[in-house]
């Protein structure tokens, strides 16, 4: 997992930068400000977006719209797994050849971008067909075995309109394939990080804390500890970061000294503020004080990563800011209004109820929802 916030004018040889004693020319303030400025707009939009969509994901009759849950286990077990696989390919790029490897990742990404990018775009897209558009059903049906012991491996509800955002989502790919271009790059980790938020759900708060409380460390750890992260991130050609060129007033969209940020500072925090999201609404307040608390709390944590960033002119650990900022900030509301009983013992149950073990009538979530969407606009 990438989840670093870095400043590339640091380490320009690790970054394959050049090393014949030239450097790059330094950017402008103006630059700088724009960069950091979008990549913090950027990080907002699949969180909040995938949060609302994570409300509604659990009701889709669609098997590939089912929220995956995160359990305590899952939690506790999520760091070690990581770094193993940070280790792992901070390994492979050290013994094999980086173009080999990331030509392997870019196929791989490929094929998952457009997925991700088409399930991103569908509920959007939907608005612009006309009425009549003839628009037809179909079902990619697998199955294992025969008779009663038969089970299904893929069971894939789609239609027309899913096909054509996948035609348009597939344009996007071989852009990305052929030119790696960092728009075409943001695009698809876009799309990964809103499908991330929307689809996975942690199953209550303190599983929350125990992921991001393991992620913290692993965050500092790997990031202030070795060099293994920002190794892996900078030569790492996959959407699995954020990017934004510094130069670009001055270069326009050729512009190649890129500020980024990891998928995993979005996703991680993200999945959490969801499931704040989902909290208030089981609250039935028709308020959604948890889920701004948290969204706040994430905008100050990121800024001040940036800030830090800024002044030490070294690579940030963005969990470092994020994590105590997301999950104190809800914590103390939550003290001041007396419910801390009630969010550390809210529990979400696998039913199509996404919200509460106690299911809210559908009245209630939907008219909270339009509440949200509406002050928002």
Same mark, same amino acid.
């Given at each position: 997992?990438?989840?670093?916030?870095?400043? +590339?004018?640091?380490?320009?040889?690790?970054?394959?930068?050049?090393?014949?004693?030239?450097?790059?020319?330094?950017?402008?303030?103006?630059?700088?400000?724009?960069?950091?400025?979008?990549?913090?707009?950027?990080?907002?939009?699949?969180?909040? $977006?995938?949060?609302?969509?994570? !409300?509604?994901?659990?009701?889709?009759?669609?098997?590939?719209?089912?929220?995956?849950?995160?359990?305590?286990?899952?939690?506790?077990?999520?760091?070690?797994?990581?770094?193993?696989?940070?280790?792992?390919?901070?390994? %492979?790029?050290?013994? %094999?050849?980086?173009? *080999?490897?990331?030509?392997?990742?870019?196929? *791989?990404? %490929?094929?998952?971008?457009?997925?991700?990018?088409?399930?991103?775009?569908?509920?959007? #897209?939907?608005?612009?067909?006309?009425?009549?558009?003839?628009?037809?059903?179909?079902?990619?049906?697998?199955?294992?075995?025969?008779?009663?012991?038969?089970?299904?491996?893929?069971? *894939?509800?789609?239609?027309?309109?899913?096909? !054509?955002?996948?035609?348009?989502?597939?344009? @996007?790919? @071989?852009?990305?394939?052929?030119?790696?271009?960092?728009?075409?790059?943001?695009? $698809?980790?876009?799309?990964?990080?809103?499908?991330?938020?929307?689809?996975?759900h942690l199953n209550n708060?303190?599983?929350?804390?125990?992921?991001?409380?393991?992620?913290?460390?692993?965050?500092?750890?790997?990031?202030?500890?070795?060099?293994? #992260?920002?190794? !892996?991130?900078?030569? %790492?050609?996959? +959407?699995?970061?954020?990017?934004f060129p510094q130069d670009?007033?001055?270069?326009?969209?050729?512009?190649?000294? $890129?500020? #980024?940020?990891?998928?995993?500072?979005?996703?991680?925090?993200?999945?959490?503020?969801?499931?704040?999201?989902?909290?208030?609404?089981?609250?039935?307040?028709?308020?959604?004080?948890?889920?701004?608390?948290? $969204?706040?709390?994430?905008?100050?944590?990121?800024?001040?990563?940036?800030?830090? #960033?800024?002044?030490?002119?070294?690579?940030?650990?963005?969990?470092?800011?994020?994590?105590?900022?997301?999950?104190?900030?809800?914590?103390?509301?939550?003290?001041?209004?007396?419910?801390?009983?009630?969010?550390?013992?809210?529990?979400?149950?696998n039913s199509k109820d996404?919200?509460?073990?106690?299911?809210?009538?559908?009245?209630?979530?939907?008219?909270?929802?339009?509440?949200?969407?509406?002050?928002?606009?």
């Open positions: 997992m990438d989840s670093a916030l870095s400043d +590339p004018h640091n380490d320009s040889a690790e970054a394959g930068g050049p090393t014949n004693g030239t450097t790059r020319p330094p950017s402008t303030p103006e630059g700088i400000a724009l960069a950091y400025g979008s990549l913090l707009l950027m990080a907002l939009l699949p969180i909040f $977006f995938g949060a609302l969509r994570s !409300v509604r994901c659990a009701r889709g009759k669609n098997a590939s719209d089912m929220p995956e849950t995160i359990t305590s286990r899952d939690a506790a077990r999520f760091p070690i797994i990581a770094s193993c696989t940070l280790l792992g390919l901070y390994l %492979f790029f050290k013994i %094999f050849s980086q173009e *080999y490897i990331n030509l392997l990742l870019s196929m *791989y990404f %490929f094929v998952l971008g457009i997925l991700a990018l088409s399930h991103t775009i569908s509920p959007f #897209m939907n608005k612009f067909f006309p009425a009549n558009f003839p628009n037809r059903q179909y079902q990619l049906l697998f199955t294992q075995g025969s008779g009663e012991s038969k089970e299904e491996i893929i069971n *894939y509800e789609f239609d027309t309109k899913d096909l !054509v955002c996948l035609g348009l989502s597939s344009i @996007v790919g @071989v852009w990305y394939l052929l030119r790696k271009h960092w728009i075409a790059n943001n695009l $698809f980790g876009l799309a990964f990080s809103l499908n991330g938020v929307e689809l996975l708060v303190s599983t929350g804390c125990i992921l991001l409380g393991g992620l913290f460390i692993y965050d500092v750890f790997w990031v202030f500890g070795t060099n293994v #992260m920002v190794t !892996v991130a900078k030569s %790492f050609e996959a +959407p699995i970061k954020l990017v670009l007033l001055e270069k326009g969209l050729e512009a190649d000294n $890129f500020a #980024m940020l990891g998928l995993g500072d979005i996703v991680i925090p993200g999945i959490f503020i969801a499931l704040l999201l989902r909290f208030d609404i089981s609250l039935k307040k028709n308020t959604h004080t948890y889920f701004y608390t948290s $969204f706040a709390a994430y905008i100050f944590g990121l800024g001040l990563t940036i800030f830090i #960033m800024h002044i030490f002119k070294h690579a940030q650990p963005a969990l470092l800011y994020l994590v105590p900022a997301c999950i104190g900030f809800p914590v103390l509301v939550a003290l001041a209004k007396g419910e801390v009983t009630e969010m550390f013992s809210y529990e979400e149950s996404p919200v509460a073990v106690t299911e809210p009538k559908e009245g209630t979530e939907a008219s909270a929802l339009k509440g949200l969407e509406k002050k928002e606009k």
